[in-house]
Antibody
Framework: QVQLVQSGAEVKKPGSSVKVSCKAS????????ISWVRQAPGQGLEWMGRIIPILGIANYAQKFQGRVTITADKSTSTAYMELSSLRSEDTAVYYC?????????????WGQGTLVTVSS | EIVLTQSPGTLSLSPGERATLSCRAS???????LAWYQQKPGQAPRLLIYGASSRATGIPDRFSGSGSGTDFTLTISRLEPEDFAVYYCQQYGSSPPCTFGQGTKLEIK
Protein backbone atom coordinates (compact mmCIF):
# COMPACT_ATOMS: atom_id res chain seq x y z
CA GLN A 1 0.00 0.00 0.00
CA VAL A 2 1.48 3.31 -1.09
CA GLN A 3 1.70 5.97 1.60
CA LEU A 4 2.97 9.53 1.55
CA VAL A 5 3.68 10.87 5.03
CA GLN A 6 4.43 14.54 5.45
CA SER A 7 6.20 16.46 8.18
CA GLY A 8 4.30 18.35 10.84
CA ALA A 9 2.77 21.78 11.02
CA GLU A 10 5.02 24.85 10.94
CA VAL A 11 4.68 28.43 12.13
CA LYS A 12 7.01 30.86 10.38
CA LYS A 13 7.78 34.56 10.41
CA PRO A 14 7.35 36.67 7.28
CA GLY A 15 10.53 36.68 5.21
CA SER A 16 11.73 33.31 6.46
CA SER A 17 11.72 29.92 4.71
CA VAL A 18 9.98 26.62 5.33
CA LYS A 19 10.94 23.12 4.24
CA VAL A 20 8.31 20.39 4.17
CA SER A 21 9.11 16.72 3.68
CA CYS A 22 7.12 13.90 2.10
CA LYS A 23 8.27 10.32 2.75
CA ALA A 24 6.98 7.63 0.41
CA SER A 25 6.56 3.97 1.23
CA UNK A 26 5.01 0.94 -0.42
CA UNK A 27 5.86 1.85 -4.00
CA UNK A 28 8.71 2.55 -6.40
CA UNK A 29 9.62 6.09 -5.43
CA UNK A 30 11.87 6.88 -8.35
CA UNK A 31 9.42 5.75 -11.03
CA UNK A 32 6.91 8.51 -10.38
CA UNK A 33 6.80 12.26 -10.06
CA ILE A 34 6.03 13.94 -6.76
CA SER A 35 4.05 17.16 -7.06
CA TRP A 36 3.37 19.79 -4.43
CA VAL A 37 -0.10 21.33 -4.26
CA ARG A 38 -1.19 23.98 -1.82
CA GLN A 39 -4.58 25.08 -0.53
CA ALA A 40 -5.07 28.39 1.20
CA PRO A 41 -7.83 28.54 3.84
CA GLY A 42 -11.22 28.17 2.15
CA GLN A 43 -9.65 28.18 -1.31
CA GLY A 44 -9.01 25.72 -4.11
CA LEU A 45 -6.03 23.60 -5.12
CA GLU A 46 -2.92 25.21 -6.60
CA TRP A 47 -0.10 23.22 -8.23
CA MET A 48 3.34 24.52 -7.24
CA GLY A 49 5.76 22.18 -8.97
CA ARG A 50 7.03 18.64 -9.17
CA ILE A 51 10.14 16.52 -9.21
CA ILE A 52 10.95 13.31 -11.06
CA PRO A 53 13.34 11.58 -8.62
CA ILE A 54 14.83 9.16 -11.13
CA LEU A 55 15.91 12.09 -13.32
CA GLY A 56 16.44 14.66 -10.58
CA ILE A 57 14.50 17.14 -12.71
CA ALA A 58 12.14 19.67 -11.13
CA ASN A 59 9.56 21.89 -12.82
CA TYR A 60 7.85 24.84 -11.18
CA ALA A 61 4.71 26.84 -11.70
CA GLN A 62 5.59 30.27 -13.02
CA LYS A 63 4.00 31.91 -9.98
CA PHE A 64 6.53 30.28 -7.65
CA GLN A 65 9.64 30.42 -9.84
CA GLY A 66 12.59 31.69 -7.84
CA ARG A 67 10.89 31.13 -4.51
CA VAL A 68 10.30 27.37 -4.40
CA THR A 69 12.81 24.54 -4.54
CA ILE A 70 11.73 20.91 -4.81
CA THR A 71 14.27 18.18 -4.21
CA ALA A 72 14.28 14.44 -3.63
CA ASP A 73 16.47 11.95 -1.79
CA LYS A 74 16.17 8.59 -3.50
CA SER A 75 18.02 6.82 -0.68
CA THR A 76 15.23 7.65 1.77
CA SER A 77 12.33 7.94 -0.72
CA THR A 78 11.68 11.46 0.51
CA ALA A 79 10.75 14.58 -1.40
CA TYR A 80 11.15 18.10 -0.06
CA MET A 81 9.55 21.42 -0.84
CA GLU A 82 11.25 24.59 0.35
CA LEU A 83 9.47 27.93 0.03
CA SER A 84 11.38 31.12 0.77
CA SER A 85 10.55 34.78 1.38
CA LEU A 86 7.35 33.74 3.12
CA ARG A 87 4.45 36.15 3.36
CA SER A 88 1.07 35.92 5.02
CA GLU A 89 -0.53 34.83 1.74
CA ASP A 90 1.57 31.65 1.89
CA THR A 91 -0.45 30.43 4.86
CA ALA A 92 -1.93 27.21 3.53
CA VAL A 93 -2.03 23.45 3.73
CA TYR A 94 0.70 21.99 1.54
CA TYR A 95 0.17 18.54 0.03
CA CYS A 96 2.51 16.22 -1.80
CA UNK A 97 0.95 13.90 -4.37
CA UNK A 98 2.16 11.11 -6.66
CA UNK A 99 1.77 11.57 -10.37
CA UNK A 100 3.33 10.46 -13.64
CA UNK A 101 6.97 10.80 -14.56
CA UNK A 102 7.40 10.05 -18.25
CA UNK A 103 3.69 9.59 -19.01
CA UNK A 104 0.79 11.72 -17.78
CA UNK A 105 -0.89 10.26 -14.72
CA UNK A 106 -3.42 11.70 -12.28
CA UNK A 107 -2.52 12.17 -8.62
CA UNK A 108 -3.50 8.79 -7.19
CA UNK A 109 -1.89 9.11 -3.75
CA TRP A 110 -1.68 12.18 -1.54
CA GLY A 111 0.07 13.05 1.68
CA GLN A 112 -2.00 14.06 4.68
CA GLY A 113 -1.10 17.73 4.27
CA THR A 114 1.11 20.10 6.25
CA LEU A 115 -0.28 23.36 7.60
CA VAL A 116 2.16 26.23 7.24
CA THR A 117 1.17 29.40 9.08
CA VAL A 118 3.01 32.62 8.31
CA SER A 119 2.54 35.17 11.03
CA SER A 120 4.55 37.82 12.79
CA GLU B 1 -1.63 27.21 -19.51
CA ILE B 2 -5.01 25.51 -19.69
CA VAL B 3 -7.64 27.20 -17.52
CA LEU B 4 -10.43 25.01 -16.15
CA THR B 5 -13.77 26.57 -15.22
CA GLN B 6 -16.18 24.54 -13.10
CA SER B 7 -19.89 25.12 -12.79
CA PRO B 8 -21.93 25.58 -10.80
CA GLY B 9 -19.95 26.99 -7.90
CA THR B 10 -22.40 25.46 -5.43
CA LEU B 11 -24.95 22.72 -6.06
CA SER B 12 -27.71 22.08 -3.52
CA LEU B 13 -29.36 18.68 -3.79
CA SER B 14 -30.97 16.02 -1.62
CA PRO B 15 -29.77 12.45 -1.01
CA GLY B 16 -31.05 10.16 -3.75
CA GLU B 17 -30.97 12.89 -6.40
CA ARG B 18 -28.69 13.01 -9.43
CA ALA B 19 -25.78 15.46 -9.51
CA THR B 20 -24.21 16.83 -12.69
CA LEU B 21 -21.00 18.85 -12.39
CA SER B 22 -19.33 20.59 -15.31
CA CYS B 23 -15.71 21.39 -16.14
CA ARG B 24 -14.84 23.48 -19.20
CA ALA B 25 -11.28 23.93 -20.47
CA SER B 26 -9.87 27.01 -22.22
CA UNK B 27 -8.30 24.73 -24.84
CA UNK B 28 -8.54 21.10 -25.76
CA UNK B 29 -7.31 18.65 -23.11
CA UNK B 30 -4.98 16.22 -24.82
CA UNK B 31 -5.99 12.55 -24.87
CA UNK B 32 -8.70 13.29 -22.31
CA UNK B 33 -6.14 13.63 -19.51
CA LEU B 34 -8.86 14.96 -17.24
CA ALA B 35 -9.37 13.85 -13.64
CA TRP B 36 -11.94 14.48 -10.93
CA TYR B 37 -11.21 14.62 -7.19
CA GLN B 38 -13.42 14.69 -4.12
CA GLN B 39 -12.35 16.61 -1.04
CA LYS B 40 -14.01 16.55 2.37
CA PRO B 41 -13.20 19.05 5.14
CA GLY B 42 -9.84 18.41 6.77
CA GLN B 43 -8.91 15.70 4.26
CA ALA B 44 -6.65 15.44 1.26
CA PRO B 45 -8.31 15.19 -2.16
CA ARG B 46 -9.24 11.70 -3.34
CA LEU B 47 -9.00 10.62 -6.97
CA LEU B 48 -12.39 9.60 -8.38
CA ILE B 49 -12.08 9.64 -12.17
CA TYR B 50 -9.11 9.74 -14.57
CA GLY B 51 -8.84 9.73 -18.34
CA ALA B 52 -12.18 11.60 -18.29
CA SER B 53 -14.23 8.44 -17.72
CA SER B 54 -12.27 5.73 -15.87
CA ARG B 55 -13.10 5.17 -12.21
CA ALA B 56 -10.19 4.96 -9.80
CA THR B 57 -9.77 1.90 -7.61
CA GLY B 58 -12.52 1.48 -5.06
CA ILE B 59 -14.77 4.24 -6.41
CA PRO B 60 -18.48 3.28 -6.44
CA ASP B 61 -20.17 2.97 -9.82
CA ARG B 62 -22.62 5.76 -9.00
CA PHE B 63 -19.74 8.07 -10.00
CA SER B 64 -19.20 8.46 -13.73
CA GLY B 65 -17.25 10.83 -15.94
CA SER B 66 -17.75 11.81 -19.55
CA GLY B 67 -16.63 14.33 -22.13
CA SER B 68 -13.73 15.17 -24.40
CA GLY B 69 -11.97 18.15 -25.91
CA THR B 70 -12.99 21.12 -23.79
CA ASP B 71 -16.18 19.93 -22.05
CA PHE B 72 -16.29 17.36 -19.27
CA THR B 73 -18.93 16.17 -16.81
CA LEU B 74 -18.94 14.32 -13.51
CA THR B 75 -22.24 12.61 -12.72
CA ILE B 76 -23.26 11.10 -9.41
CA SER B 77 -26.32 9.01 -10.18
CA ARG B 78 -27.91 8.77 -6.72
CA LEU B 79 -26.43 10.92 -4.01
CA GLU B 80 -25.44 9.27 -0.76
CA PRO B 81 -24.91 11.36 2.42
CA GLU B 82 -21.14 10.83 2.17
CA ASP B 83 -21.02 12.37 -1.32
CA PHE B 84 -21.55 15.92 -0.09
CA ALA B 85 -18.13 17.50 -0.51
CA VAL B 86 -16.13 19.73 -2.83
CA TYR B 87 -15.22 18.37 -6.28
CA TYR B 88 -12.30 19.51 -8.41
CA CYS B 89 -11.40 18.75 -11.99
CA GLN B 90 -7.75 18.65 -13.08
CA GLN B 91 -6.02 18.43 -16.43
CA TYR B 92 -2.72 16.57 -16.29
CA GLY B 93 -1.90 16.08 -19.95
CA SER B 94 0.04 19.28 -20.48
CA SER B 95 1.90 18.91 -17.21
CA PRO B 96 3.85 20.83 -16.27
CA PRO B 97 1.94 22.69 -15.29
CA CYS B 98 -1.14 20.72 -14.42
CA THR B 99 -4.11 22.87 -13.49
CA PHE B 100 -7.18 22.53 -11.33
CA GLY B 101 -10.63 23.99 -11.62
CA GLN B 102 -11.83 26.24 -8.82
CA GLY B 103 -14.12 23.56 -7.41
CA THR B 104 -17.84 22.83 -7.05
CA LYS B 105 -19.30 22.53 -3.58
CA LEU B 106 -22.03 19.90 -3.39
CA GLU B 107 -24.20 20.66 -0.39
CA ILE B 108 -27.26 19.08 1.17
CA LYS B 109 -30.48 20.87 0.31
Amino acid sequence: QVQLVQSGAEVKKPGSSVKVSCKASGGTFSSYAISWVRQAPGQGLEWMGRIIPILGIANYAQKFQGRVTITADKSTSTAYMELSSLRSEDTAVYYCARGGAQLPRPFDYWGQGTLVTVSS
Amino acid sequence: EIVLTQSPGTLSLSPGERATLSCRASQSVSSSYLAWYQQKPGQAPRLLIYGASSRATGIPDRFSGSGSGTDFTLTISRLEPEDFAVYYCQQYGSSPPCTFGQGTKLEIK
